[in-house]
């Protein structure tokens, strides 16, 4: 079974509050991404690290490039996706959203958020946290995504059989 129908087409901009919105990242933004992903490494790692294994210290923006440029093409085969929490100049990003294929048993997709240190806990957090859900049960085809971190904890995930 295909993880999304054929004709689906991905959102390419969704407003999130005051100007900030969600656009499929691509490599070009390792200029913005780069710094905020660094900048929030220690908590990003506290979060994504056991599951992931990212994002390591010696990150290299030529890496996170080359990871940029992997998610695109990824998007652009409706494999994952990852959107980028940006500014309205697009000049700044203050986070991403991950919508990828389930690797563990009983979800369709599986879906994850971050916002940069410095927004934690503000207006602009709270506005994707309660965006994201909703976006996700309106706007793609899934029957059972699981939010991991938000709905069971990563050491809960992680336990889950594989897909």
Same mark, same amino acid.
């Given at each position: 079974? /295909?993880?999304?129908?054929?004709?689906?087409?991905?959102?390419?901009?969704?407003?999130?509050?005051?100007?900030?919105?969600?656009?499929?990242?691509? /490599?070009?933004?390792?200029?913005?991404?780069?710094?905020?992903?660094?900048?929030? !490494?220690?908590?990003?790692?506290?979060?994504?690290?056991? %599951? $992931?294994?990212?994002?390591?210290?010696?990150?290299?923006?030529? =890496?996170? !490039? %080359?990871?940029? %440029?992997?998610?695109?093409?990824?998007? =652009? /085969?409706?494999?994952?996706?990852?959107? /980028?929490?940006?500014?309205?100049?697009?000049?700044?990003?203050?986070?991403?959203?991950?919508?990828?294929?389930?690797?563990?048993?009983? @979800?369709?997709? =599986?879906?994850?958020?971050?916002?940069?240190?410095?927004?934690?806990?503000?207006?602009?957090?709270?506005?994707?946290?309660?965006?994201?859900?909703?976006?996700?049960?309106?706007?793609?085809?899934? =029957?059972?995504?699981?939010?991991?971190?938000?709905?069971?904890? $990563?050491?809960?995930?992680? @336990?889950?059989?594989? %897909?």
């Amino acid at each position: 079974m /295909a993880w999304l129908p054929s004709d689906f087409s991905h959102p390419t901009c969704v407003p999130v509050f005051d100007g900030f919105h969600l656009r499929p990242i691509r /490599a070009s933004d390792t200029e913005i991404d780069y710094p905020a992903v660094m900048g929030s !490494r220690k908590r990003l790692w506290d979060i994504f690290g056991p %599951a $992931w294994g990212w994002p390591p210290d010696t990150m290299t923006p030529e =890496e996170d !490039r %080359a990871d940029l %440029a992997r998610h695109e093409r990824e998007i =652009e /085969a409706h494999q994952s996706f990852n959107y /980028a929490l940006l500014n309205l100049d697009e000049t700044e990003l203050f986070g991403c959203v991950y919508i990828d294929p389930p690797e563990r048993a009983g @979800a369709d997709a =599986e879906i994850s958020w971050w916002v940069v240190d410095d927004k934690v806990g503000t207006p602009l957090e709270d506005a994707l946290d309660f965006l994201v859900p909703r976006w996700i049960e309106k706007g793609w085809p899934f =029957e059972k995504p699981r939010y991991p971190g938000r709905d069971l904890s $990563w050491a809960e995930w992680i @336990a889950l059989p594989g %897909a």
